[in-house]
């Protein structure tokens, strides 16, 4: 019976119907409670599955109610079933694997770790005669270290593992388990011991022929690198057979790459020039383009040049000697293509020698011979795409030799003869010399009409290159877009210095090249761009969607949207992208780990201290901290927005913060597994250097060197922007959690009060526009609008109020708060656009100063509603909401500060309806926007999607405006709703 019913449990929760498990496993309990009262024995076939009592299979069914629980949304209940589980100490695999997905689920990591210690602890105390069972818990152990990054715990384990087994792998095992403990140590002498123990793991079994040349053997390897030992370990690879273990190694170069490294670390640079050079020498095309060699080659050399004293030259003219030699080497592969690696080995070898090292000066005979190559490189390849971002990487050499007209002319000249285009090659030719002409500043300093001339000449090739792909796939870029992405840079230029174009026109431009290349990366990211800057958030929702970016992108490239989720109002419509990101880096954390429990498992263990590293990039990383942040952010703002109106009552001002406290909890707890930035107590430390890790070089620029400094200065702004934001987000958050649980008169309340009031929200910079940032000056708005005196005088008055009866017999200093307050919520005006001085960009700074007042204004809801529902305020408070004039009770006695508490209460209701009221006159700058479409000729269509996210972001704040308003009526004196 009980083995039929538990197998339905399991069917139930793979079929997704969680809450039939619950109930099931809910009338399973019962049954076997009453069979417990009723003391009646069951045959061993009916009572759970084959081979368990019946204590294991409740636990197993609990496990699985457990999972289910979560699964509905019913966290607490799971997280009070898991911890009874606790207790049962069960050492049952299906058990704990049922409760490892819980804590994957659930981001408990350190969860799993106690289940398995409690198991190991329980075989171990009735010393089990199943050496098996007590294997297989010590490597869940194991595991669940490694899953924790606990590494002195995961050695113990592997030692003890090893111990009793005496199998290799453990040893293995082990000594990886020390390299971790000495990645992480931060004491030299520590670090050393622990690789040493290491070493002298691996170098028994390497000595005994036990090893096997696979992940062990790098391993080896590894550990002699990291203890500098690179005279044994060039021996040891000397050694090795590469033809008998290739396919475990997995690279084909791996034994004379090896060679070279430890060549190169031993100073050992004439054998290392010699390897290089027989390398190169072999004849085969892919050993020529080798570049990973060609830089080992550069670095003996130069090395040897600068313990030179004298004939440094003739080595130069040796090296330049051999390297032009390749160019003529026979191919022995049969290669029809010759390499042009020699040409631009020549180019870097000069550039290595004259600029990066200063080793050489640049004469006339160096200069002959980049002209030469340069020449020989462009003509070869500038039709090929990307070959500007080849060449441009020599930028500083190529001043150097005063270069840039000869290569500029020469591209031209090429471009010249391919027009009018007969070929692909003819449109990449084009492509390059517009690129170059712009990279070398020759349209910085053109006119207007020049300008505008040459915007026309671009669209005009753009147009000319379409034919040659109308045979292409739907997935396949148009081979002339770079012509369509360069007249929008310029049409960008025209806008920013001459207030000639418009934005929308650049818009229309792009959607338009969208049609003809729909999955062009670098068209959408422009459009992203350009709508952050004109505030239309529901298109970057749109076209951020559209990129298809997920998983492991989020970490290098969701800074996209992430920047816009909040300032733009986009409260509520952007919860659910912010959801998602929140769970794939939780989630993503256990999947990392598991990937790094299968290294261990398969002998790659060099992976697994990839992914160790990576995980600790992960915890630095800007973006984890905007996304975990910015989403319960979110969840504050939105607290009030879905109170039914039979939910708050005059006796309680609570909005379901038992739940919302739960959410921060839940935060917190996520923050403190992924983040380095805050402590135990979840505060902000003082080493919090956080990292930007988005991939800056996505977008395709081609400005010159000096507005690429701008454009990096602009981004630097940005980072520093949202840095501070997400700082003070996390305090204010803590805050909340403080406000809500009542712990305002503790010493780490005081410690995060202080942190509050002190923060330095710094004087934000001016930033000039440009295309490839978002532009963003929400920090800018919150100080603007007087928001940081507001909080640091808020969180004062909070501090005080948990003073209770020694604050509220004090009338001056509550007036004192009152007046401070009144002053700076009076003169919060936002400014409305009107039709004469209407333009769609003003619109995103109008976006943001909504959001501002709107994020802030929140938190100080919150913590206001959550201290006065406590229990010194509560009967002071329902009082004074009384509709009857005739006051008793407690109240009495405090009346006066009640009443100016009040009016700090009806202060933040008449700051959100007055803003509320304004929005009748932010419809009306919608319909500029509408009209604005009609009146653009036939691109109007274009401009719909843009006009329903102005009515969608205006609509979704006014929400929420409203129902803050709706809220704070219920205990206002106020009857006038701006419905």
């Known amino acids: 019976m009980y083995r039929k019913r538990l197998k339905n449990v399991y069917e139930l929760l793979e079929s997704g119907n969680n809450k039939k498990v619950i109930q099931e496993v809910d009338k399973l309990v019962v049954s076997t409670a009453n069979l417990s009262l009723s003391k009646k024995k069951l045959a061993s076939s009916e009572v759970g599955l084959p081979g368990y009592d019946e204590q294991t299979t409740l636990i197993i069914a609990k496990a699985l109610k457990a999972l289910a629980l979560v699964r509905v949304g019913r966290k607490n209940e799971s997280d009070i079933l898991v911890d009874e589980l606790l207790c049962s100490n069960t050492t049952d695999e299906n058990a704990l694997s049922i409760i490892m997905q819980y804590c994957k689920e659930t981001h408990q990591l350190s969860k799993i770790v106690v289940f398995y210690e409690n198991a190991a602890n329980k075989l171990e105390a009735e010393k089990v005669n199943k050496q098996q069972d007590y294997e297989e818990i010590l490597v869940s152990l194991f595991n669940a270290y490694v899953r924790n990054r606990d590494f002195k715990k995961q050695q113990q384990i592997a030692l003890k593992l090893y111990k009793q087994t005496g199998k290799l792998m453990f040893s293995y095992w082990n000594a990886a388990s020390y390299v971790l403990m000495a990645k992480a140590e931060p004491k030299f ?406 990937f790094m429990v299968n290294c261990y498992k398969y002998g790659t263990f060099l992976k697994a201290f990839e992914i160790n590293s ?46 919302l406290d739960s ?119 919150l100080i603007r609008f007087n928001f940081d005196k507001i909080l640091n005088n808020f969180v004062s008055l909070i501090a005080d109020m948990s003073l209770g009866e020694n604050f509220m017999s004090n009338n001056s200093q509550v007036q004192v708060y009152r007046n401070q307050l009144k002053n700076l919520l009076e003169n919060l005006v936002i400014d409305c656009p009107n039709s004469s001085s209407f333009r769609p960009e003003n619109l995103s700074g109008l976006l943001e100063s909504l959001s501002v007042v709107l994020e802030i204004l929140s938190i100080v809801i919150v913590g206001l509603v959550s201290v006065l529902n406590s229990e010194f305020y509560k009967p002071i408070w329902t009082e004074k909401c009384k509709k009857s004039k005739k006051k008793k009770g407690v109240y009495l006695k405090y009346a006066q500060a009640a009443d100016m508490l009040y009016e700090i209460y009806e202060l933040l209701f008449d700051v959100l309806n007055k803003l509320l009221k304004s929005f009748d006159n932010l419809r009306s700058s919608i319909n500029e926007v509408e009209n604005l479409t009609h009146n653009f000729g036939d691109q109007s269509t274009y401009f719909d999607d843009l006009t329903q996210s102005y009515k969608k972001s205006f609509e979704e704040l006014r929400k929420i405006y409203l129902a803050k308003v709706k809220f704070l009526l219920k205990f206002s004196q106020n009857s006038v709703l701006k419905s």
Not at 630 to 652: C, G, M, P, R, S
Not at 694 to 718: F, G, H, M
Request: charged share 25%; with cysteine; net charge negative.
């Open 663 to 781: 959410k921060i909890e839940q935060y917190f707890k996520n923050l403190s597994q992924l983040s380095d930035l805050i402590d135990k107590s979840n505060f902000i430390c003082q080493n919090d250097n956080l990292v930007d890790h988005t991939d800056t070089n996505v977008v395709y620029d081609w400005s010159p060197s000096d507005q690429k400094e701008i454009i990096k200065a602009n981004r630097l702004c940005l980072i520093e922007e949202q840095t501070k934001l997400l700082k003070i987000r996390i305090l204010l958050t803590k805050f909340v959690h403080f406000c809500i649980k009542n712990q305002i008169n503790n010493q780490d309340f005081t410690l995060l009060k202080d942190q509050l009031i002190n923060f330095d929200y710094g004087q934000p910079k001016q930033t000039e526009l440009e295309i490839f940032n978002a532009k963003s000056t929400y920090l800018e708005t």
């Open 189 to 594: 002498e520590q670090r050393t011991l622990y690789l040493k123990l290491a070493e002298k793991i691996l170098e028994k079994t390497f000595v005994e022929k036990k090893m096997e040349f696979n992940g062990e053997f790098q391993l080896y390897l590894e550990v002699l690198e990291a203890l500098d030992k690179h005279n044994e370990a060039l021996k040891i690879i000397n050694e090795f057979d590469q033809d008998k273990h290739i396919a475990k190694i997995g690279h084909p170069n791996f034994k004379f790459m090896k060679q070279l490294f430890y060549l190169k670390k031993l100073n050992n640079l004439e054998e290392l020039k010699i390897h290089c050079e027989q390398y190169f020498m072999q004849g085969k095309s892919a050993n020529l383009d080798d570049w990973t060699v060609y830089t080992q080659y550069f670095d003996c050399v130069i090395e040897k040049l600068k313990n030179e004293s004298q004939n440094k030259s003739s080595l130069i003219e040796e090296v330049l000697g051999f390297l032009k030699k390749l160019e003529t080497l026979e191919i022995i592969d049969g290669s029809h293509v010759r390499s042009v690696a020699p040409f631009i080995a020549q180019i870097e070898f000069i550039n290595q020698i004259v600029f990066i090292h200063e080793i050489q000066v640049l004469n006339d005979s160096l200069k002959n011979c980049l002209k030469l190559n340069f020449e020989k490189y462009v003509r070869q390849c500038c039709s090929q795409p990307g070959f500007f971002y080849d060449i441009t990487k020599f930028i500083n050499l190529i001043e150097k030799a005063e270069l840039k007209m000869f290569i500029l002319n020469l591209c031209k000249s090429l471009h010249e003869d391919s027009m009018p285009f007969k070929s692909v090659q003819g449109i990449y030719t084009a492509i390059t010399f517009w690129q170059l002409n712009r990279f070398f500043g020759q349209q910085k300093d053109l006119s207007l009409n020049e300008l505008k001339d040459l915007s026309l000449h671009l669209d005009s090739l753009y147009q000319q290159s379409l034919p040659f792909g109308k045979d292409l796939l739907p997935t396949a870029f148009q081979y002339g877009d770079d012509f369509l992405l360069m007249s929008v840079h310029i049409g960008y230029d025209l806008w920013k210095k001459f207030n000639h174009e418009s934005l929308l026109h650049l818009v229309a431009k792009l959607k338009m090249g969208l049609k003809h290349s729909p999955t062009n990366f670098q068209i959408k990211l422009l459009l992203l761009n350009l709508y952050s800057q004109l505030g239309a958030y529901d298109c970057i929702r749109i076209m951020y969607d559209s990129m298809d970016i997920k998983n492991i992108q989020y970490y290098s490239t969701s800074n996209l949207i992430l920047f816009n989720n909040i300032r733009l109002g986009s409260f509520e419509s952007s919860i659910q992208i912010n959801s998602v990101m929140d769970t794939f880096f939780n989630s993503g954390l256990f999947d990392l780990t598991s």
């Open 614 to 659: 990576f995980i600790d990039e992960l915890r630095k990383s800007l973006t984890v901290h905007l996304c975990l942040t910015n989403h319960v952010v979110q969840l504050i703002v939105l607290d009030q927005v879905n109170v039914k109106e039979n939910e708050a009552n005059e006796t309680d001002l609570g909005t379901d913060l038992a739940l």
